[in-house]
T-cell receptor, first 114, second 109 residues
Framework: NAGVTQTPKFRVLKTGQSMTLLCAQD?????MYWYRQDPGMGLRLIHY???????AKGEVPDGYNVSRLKKQNFLLGLESAAPSQTSVYFC?????????????FGPGTRLTVT | RKEVEQDPGPFNVPEGATVAFNCTYS??????FFWYRQDCRKEPKLLMS???SGNEDGRFTAQLNRASQYISLLIRDSKLSDSATYLC??????????FGAGTILRVKS
């Protein structure tokens, strides 16, 4: 199993450009999450999904959109990138049963917006 | 007030030392608690879950105090390889986890 994978690993964007980050998991997990991590602020939830075709807003959703057309994939889109979106983005997934189940993370995408 | 608060450190300790981290959470309805470990420029990984009765995994011991709303992690006989950021994580109910900002541990020889 590859677990949770993310593409790309690194990206530099100019202000106003758009891009899509792809997250894929092969563990048949129902729940998937997108976080951003900034120095001193910990992981903050952007959007999440509890199943194919469903998405919900997290703590910091503004400026991002998501889609979950297939159970194994969760896409994060930036329509018009801003320097404030410079961050490390992590995708995660877990099974539905029980709130105590481990959340598995992808390796992260380092995004710089100039 | 943040939902989950941790001392950011860094904690600089010699090899073989015992070190403890605390974490407080604000939501009294929180249901599940965890410690995750994050190495530099890597993704977080589950270190251990935290149970009301306390639990131990080798050199690591986690405790939960629901009355005071804090969680602790004790590391005995610290190794160089324990150097990392330790994230306190709380499930406040439902589908989402809330992460603390992390405590940096540096173990030196």
């Amino acid at each position: 199993n590859a677990g949770v994978t993310q593409t790309p690993k690194f990206r530099v964007l100019k202000t106003g450009q758009s891009m899509t980050l792809l997250c894929a998991q092969d563990m048949n997990h129902e729940y998937m999450y997108w976080y951003r991590q900034d120095p001193g602020m910990g992981l903050r939830l952007i959007h999440y999904s509890v199943g194919e075709g469903t998405t919900a807003k997290g703590e910091v959703p503004d400026g991002y959109n998501v889609s979950r057309l297939k159970k194994q994939n969760f896409l994060l889109g930036l329509e018009s990138a801003a320097p404030s979106q410079t961050s490390v983005y992590f995708c995660a997934s877990r099974t539905r049963t029980g709130g105590a189940n481990e959340q598995y993370f992808g390796p992260g995408t380092r995004l710089t917006v100039t | 007030r943040k939902e989950v608060e941790q001392d950011p450190g860094p904690f600089n300790v010699p090899e073989g030392a015992t070190v403890a981290f605390n974490c407080t959470y604000s939501n009294s309805a929180s249901q599940s608690f965890f410690w995750y470990r994050q190495d530099c420029r890597k993704e977080p990984k589950l270190l251990m879950s935290v149970y009301s009765s306390g639990n131990e995994d080798g050199r690591f011991t986690a405790q939960l105090n629901r009355a005071s709303q804090y969680i602790s992690l004790l590391i005995r006989d610290s190794k160089l390889s324990d150097s990392a950021t330790y994230l306190c994580v709380v499930n406040t109910g439902g589908n989402k986890l809330v992460f603390g900002a992390g405590t940096i541990l540096r173990v030196k020889s």
